[in-house]
């Protein structure tokens, strides 16, 4: 196939989609802001010459309001401070929980009906331990022997609450005293599943308040939380270009985010609009495959939008596939400074999980691409399925490429368009137009 690359969108063009999306505001599953984007994308999309369709998606929708405790010292009545913060995500509303404040333990032997004060912090992953499991690695600079990633998640990923909760706690509070940096807007979890007790999530600053208060005697708080989980619908967008084949190849990634978020995932938007710029260029003939372009809804509520889209198309469209590839995050690394996130030179650890088929294709990509800080994983070398809005398709056993970076700002309002990885926006674009065409002359292999 001759080389087109020139025909790619540039790297201004593919800032703007995003600077386009981010001023939408919070894109949350059923929230007006992405719906917006979604009309956005579709019109967008038939400009390319794409078909397009949509597909309704049943989520859950959280809205959010104030969040606030009072904490009140039991020896001395007069001594209280009041700590704003943000509800946690699928959490009970409260108009005032009472009760004595407990820093959570392993072992708690108080009676039900606390308030539990868990201290949260973010893993800390020496890339080198990830090396050791990956297939290969790109890594010209010899980086990895020293850099630690720091995720966006702590140990218990989703269940933060749930230890407190099976404590008998009335209320959680998350202390945010291990995040590197002040903030309180934290939307974890974000698997949809409804708490039955009201939290909120504390700043850093605000954390070592109430642990100060704590530390001087015993304690009573009242939780105040404003928020409400609804039903609603969302909808998978689908775009297709008819190819050289009968079969398919999907390029997939998400349109909602926890906020107005840049890196999540307006980033990834950009990337498959720039694939889809690319292939609606090129030549029918050229094309290995026909394209499906997919751009699924709540993935902020337990990946709903690619579960329906494999359920519903679990045996139309699913056999005919030759290849997922999921393209989601580029990120800037960040350094802490003075209570924030100061974005480096320097991408995020790039984690491609690929599939056997692909594993000499997405290392030579990468490498003639130069994009450093990779590492080429299998899809389960880190957990049963890849940590990506796409891992449905690796349950369907459908050969993959699905690329994610883990920033801690992932699911912070922090994540504003200075964390975008610009200078890599091109280079992931040209290896994933690299990966596409290798497909070429391939037929489905399910399962194989």
Not at 256 to 268: N, T
Not at 341 to 362: C, G, H, I, K
Not at 381 to 403: C, K, N, S, Y
Request: aromatic share 8%; proline share 9%.
């Amino acid at each position: 196939m001759p080389d087109r690359m020139h025909l790619l969108p540039t790297t201004d063009e593919m800032l703007a989609w995003m600077e386009t999306i981010v001023a939408e505001g919070i894109r949350r599953p059923g929230y007006p802001a992405d719906e917006s984007v979604r009309h956005w994308l579709v019109e967008r999309l038939r400009g390319l010459g794409c078909a397009v369709r949509t597909e309704p998606v049943e989520v859950p929708r959280w809205l959010s309001g104030p969040a606030t405790l009072t904490v009140r010292s039991d020896d001395d009545p007069g001594r209280e401070i009041l700590v704003r913060g943000f509800p946690l995500p699928f959490s009970a509303p409260s108009a005032a929980t009472t009760g004595p404040l407990v820093r959570m333990t392993e072992e708690i032997s108080v009676p039900p009906g606390f308030l539990a004060v868990d201290e949260v912090g973010l893993v800390e992953a020496p890339v080198s331990a990830l090396r050791d499991i990956a297939i290969s690695a790109y890594d010209p600079d010899g980086e990895f022997d020293t850099l630690v990633q720091t995720w966006p998640f702590g140990p218990r990923m989703h269940q933060v609450a749930e230890p407190a909760i099976a404590a008998g706690a009335a209320g959680y509070l998350g202390a945010t005293t291990g995040f590197p940096w002040e903030t309180c807007e934290y939307y974890v979890p974000y698997d949809g599943v409804r708490r039955p007790i009201p939290g909120m999530w504390m700043t850093r600053s605000d954390s070592l308040r109430v642990l100060d208060m704590m530390a001087h005697g015993p304690c009573t708080g009242v939780l105040a939380t404003t928020c409400e989980t609804t039903d609603a619908t969302t909808e998978n967008i689908i775009a297709t270009l008819t190819g050289a084949s009968d079969h398919w190849v999907i390029i997939g990634s998400h349109h909602d985010a926890p906020w107005a978020s840049a890196v999540e995932d307006a980033s990834g938007i950009a990337l498959v609009l720039a694939a889809a710029t690319y292939w609606s260029r090129v030549p029918v003939g050229e094309r290995p495959h026909n394209l499906l372009f997919l751009l699924n809804g709540g993935h902020m509520a337990n990946l709903a939008g690619i579960r329906a889209f494999v359920d519903r198309h679990r045996d139309d469209l699913l056999p005919h596939v030759v290849a997922e590839l999921h393209l989601e995050h580029a990120a800037r690394q960040c350094r802490p400074e003075d209570g924030k996130l100061v974005p480096t030179a320097d991408p995020e650890v790039r984690w491609w999980f690929t599939s056997p088929e692909f594993q000499d294709v997405v290392r030579d990509a990468v490498t003639e691409q130069r994009l450093r800080r990779s590492l080429i994983l299998a899809p389960d070398a880190m957990f049963p399925e890849p940590p990506t809005d796409g891992a449905h398709f690796h349950r369907e056993a459908i050969p993959l490429v699905q690329l994610i970076t883990a920033p801690p700002y992932l699911f912070d309002a922090c994540d504003t368009m200075d964390k975008v990885d610009a200078e890599g926006l091109t280079p992931i674009s040209r290896a994933a137009v690299r990966i596409v065409a290798a497909t070429a002359g391939w037929s489905p292999r399910r399962g194989r």
